[in-house]
T-cell receptor, first 109, second 117 residues
Framework: GQNIDQPTEMTATEGAIVQINCTYQ??????LFWYQQHAGEAPTFLSY??LDGLEEKGRFSSFLSRSKGYSYLLLKELQMKDSASYLC??????????WGAGTKLIIKP | DTAVSQTPKYLVTQMGNDKSIKCEQN?????MYWYKQDSKKFLKIMFS???????INETVPNRFSPKSPDKAHLNLHINSLELGDSAVYFC????????????????FGPGTRLTVL
């Protein structure tokens, strides 16, 4: 079956750095998305990776290793507003979008 | 201007009733989706339409019926509501690439919180 694994919850301190991991086993691969979802709100797009390596976008970076079926989202200089769930989603060979359950990130002062 | 809008935002109803949720996007996108997010926060795709044609129909009860009058609208009608239908329903839209329709990011509506009593 197809599977996306992410930690359920993580806690970090304001100003610090946190890495949220995502591992996937899917039938084929056509890219990986990271979305941010604040409580009670809709998911919003953060990044898309289809090639191996690191994509940097401001305080957020996303890394992909296709051979390992692995990605991570790196958040630097954490702010209280970064408290949210972070969803990993993979596009399989049929162009179906498979979603992880999300990682709830709690930022403490 | 809201890119993807849904109405209503909250919907509370009794078991057995029939209800509809409306979705509209003003982004000029070709493809629209309906998702269900349950209490465990899994986002599960239900339907996808491209230019008013159904392209994804996951295993959902046939009490759920999508309707797309034009490519800017995708409404969701639910018959005979059950307690297990309580969830947040998200509408989303994206551009379409030939043969790679989900590679474009999806834009989500604000969600409709459905509570069945």
């Amino acid at each position: 079956g197809q599977n996306i694994d992410q930690p359920t919850e993580m806690t970090a301190t304001e100003g610090a750095i946190v890495q949220i991991n995502c591992t996937y086993q899917t039938s084929g691969f056509n890219g990986l998305f990271w979305y941010q979802q604040h409580a009670g709100e809709a998911p919003t797009f953060l990044s898309y990776n289809v090639l191996d390596g690191l994509e940097e976008k401001g305080r957020f970076s996303s890394f992909l290793s296709r051979s390992k079926g692995y990605s991570y989202l790196l958040l630097k200089e954490l702010q209280m507003k970064d408290s949210a769930s972070y969803l990993c989603a993979v596009i399989d060979s049929n162009y179906q979008l498979i979603w992880g359950a999300g990682t709830k990130l709690i930022i403490k002062p | 201007d809201t890119a993807v809008s849904q109405t209503p935002k909250y919907l509370v109803t009794q078991m057995g009733n029939d209800k509809s949720i409306k979705c509209e996007q003003n982004l000029g996108h070709d493809t629209m989706y309906w998702y269900k997010q349950d209490s465990k926060k899994f986002l599960k795709i239900m339907f996808s339409y491209n230019n008013k044609e159904l392209i994804i129909n996951e295993t959902v009860p046939n009490r759920f019926s999508p309707k797309s009058p034009d490519k800017a609208h995708l409404n969701l009608h639910i018959n005979s509501l059950e307690l297990g239908d309580s969830a947040v329903y998200f509408c989303a839209s994206s551009l379409l690439n030939q043969g790679a329709y989900l590679v474009n990011e999806q834009f989500f509506g604000p969600g409709t919180r459905l509570t069945v009593l």
